[in-house]
């Protein structure tokens, strides 16, 4: 479980600088994972995209990180974080970049698909890097601020609408995504230690079939668990990633208020991470997982009843965004506890990858929800007992990490 953790020969100086180094690409990661939401009104009478095509845009980069993550996470394994991660981040700054020069629907549907591989495989590398190079007495909050990075990014993005993105071409956004990553990408070389994964491969360690990482030596169940949590849990964030900005709209707000709300979302969600890791070294796992799933019902029921003004929509939204990113620093800080460090980015990657299936769903409840008449607060409110069973699965785990 989590002392299982080889945390190698690293100082505490290359600890802080490797997580210092992997929260930089996570803050990239999350700027390029909303850019294509900030420019997607655009692309629609640029490319002239139905509903169904810019439904597929979106679909891509979701499809490749499910895949990247999978593979991401077991490369990592084989050949150690580093290299791994190098390649991951240099695949997605140079897609990124392909995004911005699609001349056609169809190169921009294959940018997005091979642009979320890169960014799908970054990831478990990123929070094995992290963990291993963490002390265990702080190793939650260390892998909750990595995460903090994505919404931060987030918030990034949505600056660039309120500051005048309409003045700009619509590929500047991606192309600055793009460049970021491959400027990254040398300091990765020259400064990050090699993980102790690599080691032990060099060494002739033997390497466990992803049957084995996953479920053999007692741990089906606490990947079974991890995997519910994870799906329940991600299935809601998007639906809400999605759904935020028009039940905005919906109650007679305009689009930059709507903006406004989804900037302090993210800007909630990079600080309630943060505070999440805080919470889970200082009150333990369990305790922390209950407190954050139970804020983010109130924050659900909260932004369904909220009255229709900038303020009090405002306010909702930073509550939901600090919540529901509790929720996620709780998952991600619990997946590298599960897994020994010669399986742990095949671990990680799949619980990942599960994820994204969540994400995948998440929106597509929402659509059937509200094609069978639904209201916007009963969407809201339906989800609930998706997220109690979330983190039911979530605190359980916790439990059973702190008695291994």
């Known amino acids: 479980m989590?002392?299982?953790?080889?945390?190698?020969?690293?100082?505490?100086?290359?600890?802080?600088?490797?997580?210092?180094?992997?929260?930089?690409?996570?803050?990239?990661?999350?700027?390029d994972l909303q850019s294509a939401g900030v420019v997607a009104p655009r692309l629609v009478s640029i490319f002239n995209l139905t509903p169904g095509q810019l439904g597929l845009f979106f679909s891509a980069s979701t499809m490749g990180l499910l895949i990247g993550a999978a593979f991401g996470g077991r490369l990592s394994d084989r050949v150690g974080r580093k290299k791994?991660?190098?390649?991951?981040?240099?695949?997605?700054?140079?897609?990124?970049?392909?995004?911005?020069?699609?001349?056609?629907?169809?190169?921009?549907?294959?940018?997005?698909?091979?642009t979320g591989v890169g960014l799908g495989a970054a990831l478990p590398n990123?929070?094995?890097?992290?963990?291993?190079?963490?002390?265990?007495?702080?190793?939650?909050?260390?892998?909750?601020?990595?995460?903090?990075?994505?919404?931060?990014?987030?918030?990034?993005?949505?600056?660039?609408?309120?500051?005048?993105?309409?003045?700009?071409?619509?590929?500047?956004?991606?192309?600055?995504?793009?460049?970021?990553?491959?400027?990254?990408?040398?300091?990765?070389?020259?400064?990050?230690?090699?993980?102790?994964?690599?080691?032990?491969?060099?060494?002739?360690?033997?390497?466990?079939?992803?049957?084995?990482?996953?479920?053999?030596?007692?741990?089906?169940?606490?990947?079974?668990?991890?995997?519910?949590?994870?799906?329940?849990?991600?299935?809601?964030?998007?639906?809400?990633?999605?759904?935020?900005?028009?039940?905005?709209?919906?109650?007679?707000?305009?689009?930059?208020?709507?903006?406004?709300?989804q900037f302090v979302f993210n800007l909630g969600s990079a600080l309630g991470s943060t505070a999440t890791g805080l919470l889970m070294d200082r009150w333990g796992k369990a305790a922390t997982a209950a407190l954050v799933f139970s804020a983010s019902v109130a924050a659900l029921i909260l932004i369904a009843f909220v009255p229709s003004n900038l303020s009090a929509l405002v306010f909702a939204g930073f509550f939901l965004g600090v919540a529901l990113a509790g929720t996620q620093a709780v998952l991600y800080a619990l997946a590298p506890s599960c897994y020994p460090t010669d399986v742990l980015?095949?671990?990680?990657?799949?619980?990942?990858?599960?994820?994204?299936?969540?994400?995948?769903?998440?929106?597509?409840?929402?659509?059937?929800?509200?094609?069978?008449g639904r209201s916007d607060v009963e969407v809201l409110v339906a989800l609930i007992p998706i997220l109690m069973i979330s983190g039911g699965a979530a605190t359980i785990l916790s439990l059973r990490i702190r008695s291994a």
Request: glycine fraction near 12%.
């Open 126 to 261: 990123l929070i094995a890097l992290v963990a291993e190079s963490t002390a265990p007495e702080r190793r939650a909050s260390a892998v909750a601020l990595l995460y903090a990075g994505l919404p931060a990014g987030g918030a990034l993005a949505s600056l660039f609408t309120l500051v005048g993105a309409e003045s700009h071409h619509w590929s500047t956004i991606f192309i600055t995504g793009g460049v970021a990553p491959l400027l990254v990408v040398p300091l990765i070389w020259a400064w990050l230690p090699h993980s102790s994964t690599a080691s032990a491969k060099q060494g002739g360690g033997r390497v466990r079939s992803v049957p084995t990482a996953l479920f053999g030596e007692g741990r089906a169940t606490t990947t079974l668990i991890l995997w519910l949590a994870f799906v329940l849990g991600l299935l809601v964030l998007y639906l809400l990633l999605n759904w935020l900005p028009s039940l905005v709209i919906a109650r007679g707000m305009s689009r930059a208020d709507a903006s406004w709300v």
């Open 2 to 31: 989590a002392d299982a953790l080889i945390l190698g020969r690293s100082t505490p100086r290359a600890g802080a600088l490797t997580v210092g180094l992997c929260c930089l690409v996570t803050l990239i990661e999350g700027f």
């Open 345 to 372: 980015g095949t671990g990680v990657g799949a619980a990942v990858s599960m994820g994204r299936f969540g994400s995948v769903l998440g929106p597509m409840l929402a659509g059937t929800l509200v094609g069978a």
């Open 84 to 114: 791994s991660l190098i390649v991951s981040v240099a695949l997605f700054g140079l897609m990124s970049i392909f995004t911005g020069l699609a001349n056609s629907f169809e190169v921009l549907l294959l940018a997005r698909l091979l």
